[in-house]
């Protein structure tokens, strides 16, 4: 298979060692990333996302335990060699001027250019293969201080390509992104890590889409270490139920999604059409309201098959309402 | 975009020979251009004129060529080390460290002496160069020491500025102190100039620079690196810190050594490499290295002949002029750069 083990974890601990103190950010890490997988780790702010990702890039010591990559301790590592092992994708905003995007990601070149840093013929189609695989060759002349958020992301993607590395670490590259360029980047790197068998690993706030697209997660609570496994695995054993509900937010186990949860104040029964029905309850549900064929209450909710809802309370003559306003602001909400 | 920039470094070194014969032509003795060039490429002419040219006009504009270019160059280092547009050769107390290092002898000795050393010639002078080089090296050894401390530029750079700020009170402290003569003669020191540098001077600064210059070229590929920040300078493969050092190292001991041979020079350090940005439009140290050593010389020519202009006579302290035209340049530069940010 392309599944290979390229990053074995044992007992890692993480954290920051001062003049007279050690702060332990988790310890007891023991897992693998594989090639060929996006692995999204997820975790609340403060559980030492970054201060993993860290660590495994060789930025600050490990406080414990054994980093091996590629099957050699991480340690052991030169600079330069390092360099061609692990590519990075960083938060911090580069104030770079007057560099084109051909240029930065050629940047990803170093590790294999000479003394000046020039390109060879050879770079340069690498730095075009890279550009063409994020798509991002009509930006190739642009300067990268004109870019958006989203281009300059796929730029740092192109050239953590260009420097070839098995393995990529991103430090939440979908922070500060849209909605839909959030999307694009993670099944971009889906795409990449399943096609150029890379081992791509990442942090992200973005729960309900790392749930979607990672093949792996790395759940990472403070002084709970870190729980790993396919999203499906982790919703079935009842691990993600436990790790980010909290009062408002409820898993739902049939999607493997998580749900806003508000507290509610009253019932309502639905029947009719399932779409339909589906429609009412989420508005419901919004406004306090539980909603849904299984519920018991004397107020009554039906989807006509033409359209528009009618509404039964107890003996009372039905109302209909033709649209969803309508339906709320007959229920008085 | 290629073309470009070879037709730019084509117009700048043309304008540096340019410059540099118009040095050998202007000042307060009007000789014909035939005679220069005569004197320059040894043909027989007017002994004073030769006089003139050889020993006062020649190494004054070698002298402005060689600073305006390591100023440039260790201007250029420094911005790209601090990722800050306002770092320059004065930033980090070098050249205040060099004008301490002055100060004390030409200030202390009047007062502990006797004797005023501003006043025995040439003796003076290569003492007033030591004390520069001495000073000017204390500070830096200082700030490297502290760059292995302490993990932010900006630190740093506080920290360098500060150093520059005690330098100056301590200078102050001085002056207050000292004969007024001595003072007078600090003051000019301060001021700036070319031509301080006398006869067999100015080759061991020739010299020097020309060591320094070529080395501070090797350093393209890591300053293109600290470009991209700490993070994905150290991911490429590139050890940050020992880079950030060497970096400072060379341009510190750039500054140290122009300063202690010509005096604390502003605005060229900061202006030059701003000014090439503007034209070159990009930030790859392999064309904006040549490009500021170029402009830097080109631009320290021009200075030191508005200083000499005729009707200035006795000539303006090239401080001024460094600072009259370096400052628009500076301002337009980021006033440009400012507009173009949002032009797309």
Not at chain 1, 215 to 238: I, N, S
Not at chain 2, 35 to 48: C, F, N, R, T, Y
Not at chain 2, 248 to 272: E, H, K, M, Q, R
Request: charged share 15%; hydrophobic share 50%; with cysteine.
């Amino acid at each position: 298979m392309k599944h290979t083990d390229t990053i074995a974890i044992k007992d890692l601990a993480i954290g920051y060692s001062g003049k007279n103190s050690v702060k332990v950010v988790a310890k007891g890490i023991t897992d693998t990333l594989r090639s060929g997988y996006l692995t999204c780790l997820l975790g609340e702010n403060g559980a030492g996302k970054s201060t993993l990702l860290r660590t495994l890039a060789g930025f600050q010591p490990a406080l414990g335990g054994e980093i091996k990559i590629m099957g050699k301790s991480l340690k052991q590592y030169r600079e330069r060699e390092l360099a061609t092992v692990i590519g990075v994708v960083l938060t911090e905003r580069t104030s770079l001027q007057n560099m084109t995007v051909e240029e930065l990601v050629g940047m990803g070149r170093s590790p294999y250019t000479g003394f000046w840093g020039r390109l060879s013929a050879g770079d340069r189609e690498k730095v075009d293969y890279a550009m063409h695989q994020v798509g991002i060759q009509p930006l190739a002349g642009r300067m990268v201080q004109n870019l958006s958020d989203g281009e300059r992301q796929k730029v740092m993607i192109a050239k953590a390509l260009a420097q070839e590395t098995p393995v990529i670490f991103l430090d939440e590259p979908t922070a500060f992104l849209d909605y839909p360029s959030k999307v694009e980047i993670l099944h971009l790197l889906h795409r990449l890590a399943a096609e150029m068998s890379k081992t791509i690993f990442l942090s992200t706030h973005d729960l309900e889409l790392a749930l979607q697209m990672a093949d792996r997660l790395w759940l990472m609570a403070r002084g709970r270490g870190v729980v790993a496994g396919t999203p499906e695995d982790l919703a079935m054993d009842g691990t993600l139920d436990g790790f980010f509900t909290r009062k408002g937010v409820a898993f739902e186990k049939v999607t493997g999604l998580y749900r806003v949860e508000p507290e509610y104040h009253d019932k309502i029964r639905l029947k009719g059409d399932a779409t339909a029905c589906a429609m009412a309850a989420k508005a419901l549900r919004r406004n306090g309201i539980l909603a849904g064929d299984d519920v018991e209450s004397d107020v009554t909710v039906e989807a006509l098959p033409a359209g528009g809802y009618k509404i039964s309370k107890g003996g009372a003559n039905a109302t209909l309402a033709v649209t969803m306003s309508e339906l709320l602001e007959l229920l008085q909400l | 975009m290629k073309r470009n920039v070879a037709i730019w470094m084509i117009l700048l070194a043309a304008s540096i020979l340019l410059l540099f014969f118009a040095n050998l032509l202007l000042g307060s003795v009007a000789i014909p251009a035939a005679s220069v060039w005569k004197a320059i490429s040894g043909g027989e002419v007017d002994l004073i004129w030769q006089n003139i040219i050889l020993k006062s006009r020649f190494p004054q504009a070698l002298t402005a060529l060689v600073a305006g270019a390591g100023l440039a160059v260790a201007g250029l280092q420094m911005q790209t080390v601090f990722r800050n547009p306002l770092a320059g050769p004065s930033v980090l107390g070098v050249s205040s460290g060099a004008s301490l290092g002055v100060a004390f002898v030409v200030l202390l000795s009047g007062r502990l002496g006797g004797v005023a050393l501003s006043s025995i010639g040439y003796m003076g002078e290569v003492a007033m160069t030591m004390a520069a080089i001495i000073g000017a090296m204390a500070v830096m050894l200082l700030i490297v020491y502290i760059a292995q401390k302490v993990r932010g530029n900006v630190t740093l750079l506080i920290i360098g500025v500060m150093i520059g700020y005690v330098a100056t009170a301590i200078i102050g402290v001085l002056k207050f102190f000292s004969a007024e003569e001595d003072v007078r003669s600090y003051v000019v020191w301060g001021l700036g100039s070319f031509s301080r540098v006398s006869g067999g001077q100015v080759m061991t600064f020739v010299i020097i620079m020309a060591v320094l210059l070529p080395l501070s070229m090797f350093l393209v590929k890591i300053l293109n690196l600290l470009l991209l920040g700490d993070g994905y300078a150290r991911n490429l493969g590139l050890n940050v810190r020992r880079a950030r050092m060497t970096v400072i190292l060379c341009a510190g001991v750039l500054v140290a050594v122009v300063t202690a041979y010509c005096g604390p020079i502003s605005f060229l350090g900061l202006a030059v490499p701003h000014l090439c940005r503007g034209i070159f439009k990009t930030s790859d140290h392999r064309t904006l290295m040549p490009a500021s050593l170029l402009a830097g010389s080109a631009l320290a020519l021009l200075c030191n002949l508005i200083a000499r202009m005729p009707g200035f006579e006795g000539a303006l302290p090239v401080n001024s002029v460094t600072a009259l035209i370096g400052a628009p340049v500076v301002a337009a530069v980021l006033y440009k750069r400012r507009k173009e940010d949002y032009a797309e």
